[in-house]
C-alpha cells in the first residue's frame, strides 16, 4: 500500500496504456529486442523494459563489471526494478565487499539468494568439499545446487529477468540478443548492455566512478567461485580462468544461461573477445 501523496510502481505499471501491457511471449520479447536496438543509453533501455514489461522485472547480478554497470543504471533510471545475487558459499571475499559497497553507494537492498543447506550437505557428502574438480559431472551438480536452483527460485513469478551478458564475452554468448522468451522461466529475458564493447564498459564505469570488484585489476576480467576461478594470462580469452581445467567444449557456462535459442536473428555475432588482464 503506497503512503498518502506517493506512486509507487504497482501503480506506475497500472495507469500504462494498454497498449504498454504486454503479456509477454515470444512475439512480446521480439518487439522488446527491437525497441531496445533502437535505443542506445543504458538508462532509456531500462525504462523502456519496466515500461514494456506489466509485473516484477527482477535482476541477477554477479557483481561482476557488466553487471555493475547495469545496476547503476538501475539505480539512476528504474529503481523498481528487482536486484538478487546468488551466495553460492565459495565467493571471494572481494566480491561479497562490492555487494556491500554497491548498496552503500546505491541505497538499495540486493536480495541474497543461499542454496538449499541440505542439498549442500548431502552433494558434499556424495562428492566431496573439492569434487567439482573431478567429473563435469560433479561440477555441473555444483553448480546447479548452487546457482540453478536458488535463481530459479529468484526468478519464479517475475515477469522479465535482467542480466548484464555480452555479446564479446564468448563465442557462446557471440548472439545474445538484447531480448527473448524465456521458456523455461516463462519470462522475457532482457541483455540491455549485450551490444556493449569492453571499451564502452569501462569507459562508462569510469565516467560515473560505479564500484568495481578489487580482482578485476588483478586479471580477472570474469569472476565466479573462488575455487573454480583463476587469473588469465594476457592474450586469453576473457573466461579462460573459469574451470580451466574442464575441456573447452564443455563451454565454462554454469547453466544460468543456458535458455533458448535467440529470437533475434539480427543479433551480431561478434569476433570472440580476447584481452590481457587489466593490470
Ligand atoms: S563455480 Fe565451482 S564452487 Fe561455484 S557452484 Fe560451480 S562448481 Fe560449485
Avoid at 94 to 110: A, H
Avoid at 146 to 166: E, F, H, M, Q, S
Wanted: proline share 6%.
Amino acid at each position: 500500500m503506497s503512503l498518502p501523496g506517493t506512486v509507487d510502481a504497482a501503480d506506475q505499471r497500472a495507469a500504462k496504456p494498454a497498449s504498454a501491457q504486454s503479456a509477454g511471449g515470444p512475439e512480446a520479447a521480439r518487439a522488446l529486442s527491437e525497441r531496445l536496438a533502437n535505443l542506445t543509453s543504458l538508462k532509456d533501455r531500462l525504462r523502456a523494459v519496466t515500461e514494456a514489461i506489466p509485473g516484477r522485472v527482477t535482476f541477477s547480478t554477479s557483481l561482476g563489471i557488466e553487471d555493475q554497470a547495469v545496476l547503476h543504471g538501475i539505480a539512476k533510471a528504474a529503481p523498481e526494478i528487482d536486484v538478487f545475487t546468488l551466495d553460492t558459499g565459495r565467493h571471494f571475499p572481494e566480491t561479497l565487499q562490492t555487494l556491500e559497497d554497491s548498496e552503500n553507494v546505491y541505497g538499495l537492498k540486493i536480495r541474497v539468494m543461499f542454496p538449499d543447506a541440505k542439498e549442500v550437505e548431502d552433494l558434499v557428502a556424495r562428492d566431496g568439499i573439492f569434487g567439482f574438480r573431478n567429473a563435469v559431472a560433479n561440477r555441473k551438480a555444483c553448480c546447479d545446487i548452487r546457482k540453478v536452483r536458488p535463481l530459479n527460485r529468484a526468478v519464479a513469478g517475475a515477469k522479465g529477468w535482467i542480466t548484464g551478458l555480452r555479446r564479446e564475452q564468448s563465442v557462446g554468448r557471440a548472439e545474445v540478443p538484447f531480448a527473448s522468451w524465456d521458456v523455461e522461466h516463462e519470462l522475457i529475458k532482457i541483455n540491455p548492455i549485450a551490444d556493449w564493447t569492453l571499451e564502452q564498459l569501462e569507459s562508462f564505469v569510469a565516467d560515473n566512478a560505479i564500484p568495481i570488484n578489487e580482482l578485476h585489476a588483478k586479471g580477472f576480467p570474469s569472476i565466479g567461485c573462488q575455487p573454480c576461478t583463476r587469473a588469465i594470462r594476457p592474450g586469453e580469452d576473457v573466461r579462460a580462468g573459469r574451470w580451466w581445467w574442464e575441456a573447452k567444449e564443455n563451454g565454462q557456462e554454469c547453466g544460468l544461461h543456458s535458455g533458448p535459442a535467440s529470437i533475434n536473428p539480427q543479433a551480431a555475432a561478434t569476433a570472440t573477445e580476447t584481452l590481457a588482464p587489466r593490470q
